[in-house]
């Protein structure tokens, strides 16, 4: 298993997966020194040994590590949000065998789907990962669609979640996530909008296990309910430019209150009927005080 950051997701799959499902161990990278040190703690604190995590200090883009472990089965990353990179300005990015099978790079001030190219480039054949992303990549148009099409022509979007905004410390932001595989099963990608899947806790929005239950009840089965998910197919995406919003192919069920416009209509024209009434009944009081005048 690979990311970066501080290892939090890292032991949170493996609490889940179970400590003898994790085979080689744990790997991951990051630049800042803290949050790589936090992360060897964390390994240790959560017993796991030594020779059962290997943790790079490096930047994740530029001078990726790991080359010579085998490709990962899982992956789970939660990239900072549209940080600046290097991108063109380095020419040799375009030939790295992480970007280029896209044709472009990510741009220069938003590295997000750099980050989902170099996760992509270590995933196993059948393997998953699961990124947490801005929902900008989602939709914005240039270099960002075009690799969004390149991803979705070789098949390797298996699932876009939306997620309820206010949900991470730090950011108010509605994120998702993007599952990515290299061995599907189909050629459809599924869509779910989970952003009402959530309570409320003070000022933010928490995921209950029932609200993850259903998530990934949905998503295992590849199931369609109605405002909550849809399976669209390769063409449904290339009808929609390789936009990739959840909003897009999941309709928002309709809350409005349901007018009945012909009762409506009726209660008008009783309304008026009884103005009338009222008028008139005022036009015999004045006329009876003018003749008392």
Not at 45 to 50: A, C, E, I, Q, S
Not at 66 to 75: Q, S, T
Not at 126 to 148: D, H, L, N, S, W
Request: negative net charge; hydrophobic residues 40%; aromatic residues 8%.
């Amino acid at each position: 298993m690979t990311r970066e950051g501080s290892g939090s997701l890292l032991l949170k799959a493996e609490k889940i997966l179970g400590k003898d499902a994790v085979r080689n161990g744990f790997y991951g990278q990051e630049i800042n020194i803290t949050t790589y040190n936090l992360c060897r703690i964390n390994m240790f604190l959560h017993d796991v040994g030594f020779d059962k995590f290997d943790i790079a200090c490096e930047d994740t883009l530029t001078a990726p590590q790991h080359w010579d472990d085998e490709p990962f089965e899982l992956i789970v990353s939660n990239p900072p949000y549209s940080i600046k990179w290097a991108g063109d300005d380095n020419p040799l990015l375009i030939n790295d065998p992480r970007f280029s099978p896209a044709g472009v790079l990510a741009p220069k001030s938003k590295a997000d789907l750099a980050f989902i190219m170099h996760s992509l480039s270590w995933l196993a054949t059948g393997g998953t990962a699961a990124i947490v992303c801005f929902p900008g990549i989602m939709y914005r148009g240039g270099a960002e669609q075009k690799i969004r099409k390149y991803l979705i022509d070789n098949n390797f979007i298996d699932c876009i979640i939306q997620l309820p905004s206010n949900l991470f410390f730090g950011t108010s932001i509605a994120t998702c996530i993007m599952v990515l595989k290299k061995g599907k099963s189909d050629n459809k990608t599924l869509f779910i909008d989970a952003s009402n899947e959530c309570i409320k806790v003070t000022n933010n929005n928490k995921l209950t296990q029932a609200n993850m239950d259903k998530i990934v009840e949905t998503f295992a089965a590849r199931a369609e309910e109605a405002h909550f998910s849809h399976l669209a197919s390769y063409e449904e995406i290339t009808e929609n430019d390789y936009n990739l919003s959840v909003s897009t192919y999941v309709e928002a069920e309709d809350t409005r209150e349901k007018i009945d416009i012909v009762k409506l209509n009726a209660e008008i024209e009783e309304i008026v009927a009884r103005e009338q009434v009222l008028r008139d009944e005022i036009a015999k009081i004045i006329a009876e005080i003018e003749v008392g005048v």
